[in-house]
């Protein structure tokens, strides 16, 4: 599809992040802080994983334990869902790369137990549509060559180490990102005897990306936001 679409444009690379792709699917949607009745209170017993909780008139949703499941717009159909997909966060108060790393950002790609669809997301961005390389972004197998440590997954028992020794192993200054549910909050696995709440249980964070998977460009949004290349969003409470 995207060579057909290459050809038919005479140009195969997104325009992200100058303008946005409005392709249904690209980006998906997610579920959003929405007022209910009292009888709509419900929905937030229909949550697999705890992330809708009762917040005044209405329902908060946690999306980093969201899994996008969507029972809380077809079983309980009660919740809105937003197409702002793009729901990037800064978490920590230190200073993120900025200027100097603009141009030359390595980031070392951890699996810290994912089912295997962050990682398909992921590895995207190394295609010619994504072609993240553009935006001087590399991926490397060494952790003595990034300066972003990139953990997908729960952190299973048998990656923590494996994780700290990555983390340990990195150069000054580093940074940290969780992409996906599993990495941010442990779900739907963690915490539990085999597994961590996510990658915040082992490691400082510094931006985390939502989604179940989150979609390539969610990730890229991270990874620009963490570059100060895109308006660094509220702290998570
Ligand atoms: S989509 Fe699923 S996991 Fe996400 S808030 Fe709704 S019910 Fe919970």
């Not at 249904?24 to 209170?41: C, K, Q, S």
């Not at 334990?65 to 809380?72: E, G, N, S």
């Not at 951890?110 to 295609?127: F, H, I, M, N, P």
Request: with cysteine; hydrophobic share 40%; charged share 15%.
């Amino acid at each position: 599809m995207w060579t057909t679409k290459g050809l038919a444009r005479g140009l195969l690379t997104t325009p992200y992040p100058r303008s946005r792709p409005a392709d249904p699917g690209a980006m998906p949607p997610l579920p959003r802080v929405t007022p209910v009745t009292e009888a709509g209170t419900a929905v937030t017993e229909v949550c697999p994983t705890g992330a809708l909780t009762l917040d005044g008139g209405g329902v908060a949703v946690d999306l980093g334990r969201c899994i996008a499941c969507q029972r809380c717009r077809l079983d309980a159909a009660t919740m809105a869902w937003t197409s702002k997909q793009h729901v990037v966060r800064q978490v920590s108060a230190s200073g993120l790369p900025g200027k100097a790393f603009r141009h030359s950002l390595h980031v070392r790609v951890v699996d810290a137990g994912d089912g295997g669809e962050t990682l398909r997301e992921l590895r995207q961005l190394t295609s010619p549509y994504y072609a993240i390389h553009r935006l001087g972004i590399f991926f490397t197998p060494t952790p003595r060559d990034a300066d972003v440590l990139l953990v997908v997954g729960p952190v299973t028992q048998g990656m923590r180490q494996a994780l700290l020794d990555t983390y340990q192993a990195m150069p000054q200054p580093k940074w940290v990102m969780a992409v996906g549910s599993g990495a941010i909050s442990g779900v739907p696995f963690g915490p539990s005897f085999t597994s961590a709440a996510g990658a915040g249980d082992v490691l400082p964070l510094d931006v985390v990306v939502p989604g179940n998977p989150p979609p390539p460009l969610a990730i890229l949004d991270g990874l620009l936001t963490l570059l100060g290349r895109l308006p660094a969003r509220e702290p998570l409470p």
